[in-house]
């Protein structure tokens, strides 16, 4: 089997290509590096001693993805290439517009042209908006986002049905991730974000790791447990074996089509202020920070119901907290600037 990784050098791709390879399914990645580093790719070779095919591409670039899809027999996409500053995309909203809307539109319209129809997109919990009360089920209705970022997701979930809609052959899996954290057990690969880091736990390791002096912790006046935000955290690779089992869930409903949306989520919301403690614990330092002002937009708690996953997809959250600290941790420790080597 032959996929197509958009954004496979990223974040979470570049942790989905190592278990898809482990999987023994043939991976092309197409990405144009606006947010990572081929040396990400590199590692997973090293890792798994398999080969990645590499194509540096813009997913607007219709012409350059459909030399591709005639180069490879591409059985199925799995869709990360995306921007995702949830800040960054409310100054520069036509750029997440451009990128995650439009490109994603001319990805399934080349897929549609070659006669590709397996679709596996990365979502967001962020599409169910603050409309809906936690915990997050599949069967709610999409809300509306506090960012052009959710905004795309949503859009972009909107043009898959309506695509299943028109095209019987088009089957398509909606993975509505939560706070993926934590980094592959080698600390080979991880999240390298780029400038100062937006997301908790990045910003957690690089003050453990004396890039940064105090982390700020947006807000302690929510109605929460102890006033601070909560969210559904989760291991990075128990992430990426949900695109696994949700490939494989396709490749046993033959007979399906349409659109499918499945949470990946641990089911459990955690705070921002037992973030830092369970970080604490694990690395055996303290970590300085300081309260500040809510940040514009967060929600006070959200975390997801994960039975449709479990049940459909055979797929669990396995990984503790402690284990994403720990593996956090190693990833930063080892490689403090990242990539750049
Ligand atoms: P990332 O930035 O690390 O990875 C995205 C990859 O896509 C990068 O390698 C980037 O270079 C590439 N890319 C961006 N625009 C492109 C384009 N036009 N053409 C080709 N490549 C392009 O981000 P990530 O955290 O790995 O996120 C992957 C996906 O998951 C994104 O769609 C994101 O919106 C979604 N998601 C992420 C989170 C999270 O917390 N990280 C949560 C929910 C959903
Ligand atoms: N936080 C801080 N200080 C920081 C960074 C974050 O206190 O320096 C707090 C935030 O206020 C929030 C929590 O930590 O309460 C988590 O924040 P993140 O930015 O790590 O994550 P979000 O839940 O805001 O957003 C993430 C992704 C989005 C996605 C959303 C839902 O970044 O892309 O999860 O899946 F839409």
């Known amino acids: 089997m032959q996929v197509l990784v958009t954004g496979g ?66 059985d199925a996409v799995i869709h990360f290439a995306a921007l995702k500053a949830v800040g960054e995309s409310a100054e520069i909203p036509l750029s997440y517009y451009q990128n995650n809307v439009h490109g994603t539109v001319c990805l399934l319209e080349v897929m549609q042209q070659h006669k590709v129809h397996n679709f596996i997109f990365s979502s967001s919990a962020t599409v169910y908006g603050e409309e809906n009360n936690v915990p997050y089920v599949e069967t709610m209705k999409l809300g509306t986002p506090s960012s052009p970022y959710g905004a795309s997701k949503v859009m972009v979930e909107r043009i898959l049905a309506d695509l299943a809609l028109s095209d019987s052959k088009f089957r398509a899996v909606s993975l509505r991730y939560f706070n993926p954290i934590g980094a592959h057990e080698s600390g080979a690969i991880g999240e390298d974000p780029k400038g100062i880091p937006n997301n908790l736990l990045p910003y957690v390791a690089q003050v453990a790791v004396g890039k940064r002096d105090k982390l700020r912790i947006f807000g302690d006046d929510y109605p929460t447990k102890d006033g601070s935000c909560e969210r559904d955290y989760l291991h990075v690779m128990d992430l990426a074996q949900g695109h696994v089992a949700a490939l494989d869930w396709l490749n046993r409903h033959p007979d399906f089509s349409g659109v499918e949306a499945f949470n990946l989520g641990t089911g459990n919301g955690v705070s921002v202020f037992a973030i830092v403690k369970a970080f604490e614990q694990a ?31 055979n797929w669990q959250a396995n990984r503790s907290l402690e284990q994403m600290m720990t593996d956090t941790w190693r990833w930063q420790s080892k490689n403090p600037n990242g990539f750049l080597i």
């Open 283 to 313: 690395i055996n330092k303290k970590i300085p920070f300081e309260v500040s002002p809510r940040r514009v937009g967060d929600l006070p708690a959200f975390w997801a119901n994960a039975s449709k996953a479990n049940k459909e997809l």
């Open 9 to 74: 050098a990223g974040y979470i791709g570049s942790h989905t290509v190592l278990s898809l390879l482990e999987n023994n399914v043939d991976v092309i990645v197409y990405d144009n590096l606006v947010n990572s580093s081929i040396e990400s790719i590199d590692r997973v070779e090293k890792l798994t001693g398999k080969k990645v095919e590499f194509v540096e591409g813009d997913i607007c670039d219709k012409e350059k993805l459909s030399r591709v899809f005639k180069q490879f027999s591409i």
